[in-house]
């Protein structure tokens, strides 16, 4: 559920209507709820309070600073995957000693910085990695507390790009080799504490089937990790899937209620009830690391149409949103709803293509979909755009990145202003 509904015809983001921040502040526009992000934390939190846990959002989602304090004002956890993410949590006045640090190829600088700032894990994808934290700890006289990712080769049935639980994935440990690889560490390792054990299969999971598969295959190996090394979390990673294709619809509960249960999209309740059972018992602090599953129904891109343009062949809706402001079309063949902030008068629809200015055929936000029409001069929406959309805007084509605004209940704020062409070019020297 989500706080974007029509209101006598106009589309809202709580109490604030869309078009008069489009024409306050410009587009392209990123809007968010904040509700709705504390709404999406809280649910979680209440499904899994059947065991010890701990949420760690995943900061790369969206990392804007206002985003970040205001879930660390909830009690979220941060998963990072850079310095640059742990700057971010610190400006935003999160604890590092709720962090935990992923990714494949943390560099020296950035395993001093957060050893320096004491973060809870360093979640290591290989042995070498783990080798080198030992090292680096060593020399700043330092113990590093590490939890190695294991990759359980379970097929996570999404997008190839953001599958990342399958032996042929970067990602992680293969499973049979992660209890040789803590008794060498256990041995060999003076500087490291091995605190726990990760995973993270993929993202946009939208059934709970590879989930459960995973947990249920890597239970007997937490069991014995914890009782040879006295781990204390398991950390089940994020991936849960959100709402892509009916977002609008699906932020009402009479939607929800209207599915039948083969129907209805991954629910974060159901999440809980097939997950808890089987972790409660394990004695283990449960981390999570949703980020799409927060953020993501909880933003929207707002553009204006430019121009319609008919060939021969497709009709075209130019807007002045492009890939360089919302990226997820073109690199995974992501799909966002859009709607027009003026509710359509009647269900007439026109197949188009909904296109950005950049000089690439990727630059779409939709093809050949059957679309109520909107004119030049109109502003719509591309809903589900909260997650994975600013945080991968560019300059290409020499584009300021879009503002952001958060609203909260009956207020919005700019949260990040929009660039200007000299903040663009700043840095470059004749
Ligand atoms: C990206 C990532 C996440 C978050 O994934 P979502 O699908 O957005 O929930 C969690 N953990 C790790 C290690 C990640 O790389």
């Given at each position: 559920m989500h706080g974007f509904s029509y209101r006598n015809g106009e589309l809202f983001c709580e109490n604030v209507s869309l078009q008069s921040l489009a024409e306050e502040h410009g587009t392209p526009l990123y809007v968010y709820s904040g509700s709705t992000l504390?709404?999406?934390?809280?649910?979680l939190d209440s499904a899994l309070s059947g065991v010890s846990h701990e949420i760690a959002y995943a900061v790369k989602a969206n990392s804007n600073l206002s985003v970040l304090r205001?879930?660390?004002?909830?009690?979220?956890?941060?998963?990072?995957?850079?310095?640059?993410?742990?700057?971010?949590?610190?400006?935003?006045?999160?604890?590092?000693?709720?962090?935990?640090?992923?990714?494949?190829?943390?560099t020296r600088e950035e395993i001093v910085y957060a050893l320096e700032q004491g973060?809870?894990?360093?979640?290591?994808?290989?042995?070498?990695?783990?080798?080198?934290?030992?090292?680096?700890?060593?020399?700043?006289?330092?113990?590093?507390?590490?939890?190695?990712?294991?990759?359980?080769?379970?097929?996570?049935?999404?997008?190839?790009?953001?599958?990342?639980?399958?032996?042929?994935?970067?990602?992680?440990?293969?499973?049979?080799?992660?209890?040789d690889l803590y008794e060498r560490a256990a041995a060999e390792l003076p500087n490291i504490k091995l605190r726990g054990l990760q995973m993270h299969i993929g993202s946009q999971l939208t059934s709970i089937d590879p989930f459960i598969e995973a947990v249920e295959k890597v239970i007997p190996?937490?069991?014995?990790?914890?009782?040879?090394?006295?781990?204390?979390?398991?950390?089940?990673?994020?991936?849960?899937?959100?709402?892509?294709?009916?977002?609008?619809?699906?932020?009402?509960?009479?939607?929800w209620a209207s599915k039948s249960e083969s129907e209805r999209p991954l629910t974060i309740e159901k999440y809980g009830e097939e997950l808890v059972p089987r972790l409660k018992d394990l004695g283990l602090k449960i981390l999570l690391e949703p980020g799409r599953y927060i953020a993501g129904n909880a933003g929207v891109l707002i553009t204006r149409c430019l121009y319609e343009k008919k060939g021969s062949a497709k009709t075209f809706k130019i807007v002045d949103a492009g890939m360089n402001d919302l990226i997820r079309p073109a690199l995974y063949e992501g799909h966002h709803e859009i709607v027009p902030l003026t509710e359509p008068k009647t269900s007439d629809r026109l197949k188009v293509d909904v296109v950005g200015p950049i000089c690439e055929s990727g630059d779409f936000f939709c093809q050949n979909r059957e679309l109520p029409d909107f004119q030049p001069g109109e502003n719509i929406a591309l809903?589900?755009?909260?997650?994975?959309?600013?945080?991968m805007a560019s300059n290409y084509n020499t584009r300021p990145f879009p503002a952001e605004i958060l609203v909260?209940?009956?207020?919005?704020?700019?949260?990040?202003?929009?660039?200007?062409?000299?903040?663009?070019i700043a840095g470059e020297e004749l």
């Open positions: 504390v709404d999406h934390f809280s649910r205001l879930l660390a004002s909830k009690g979220a956890g941060f998963d990072i995957v850079s310095g640059g993410e742990l700057f971010r949590v610190i400006k935003a006045g999160g604890d590092p000693a709720h962090c935990t640090f992923a990714g494949v190829g943390k973060i809870y894990s360093f979640n290591v994808e290989s042995e070498e990695e783990l080798r080198y934290l030992n090292q680096v700890a060593g020399e700043l006289g330092k113990i590093a507390p590490a939890a190695v990712r294991v990759n359980p080769n379970v097929d996570a049935k999404t997008h190839k790009y953001i599958s990342t639980g399958k032996s042929e994935n970067k990602f992680g440990v293969d499973f049979g080799a992660i209890a190996l937490v069991t014995s990790l914890k009782e040879k090394h006295g781990i204390e979390f398991w950390s089940i990673g994020g991936g849960i899937g959100i709402v892509y294709e009916d977002t609008l619809a699906s932020g009402s509960p009479e939607w809903m589900s755009a909260g997650a994975y959309g600013f945080v909260q209940g009956g207020e919005a704020k700019v949260v990040r202003k929009r660039q200007t062409l000299e903040d663009v």
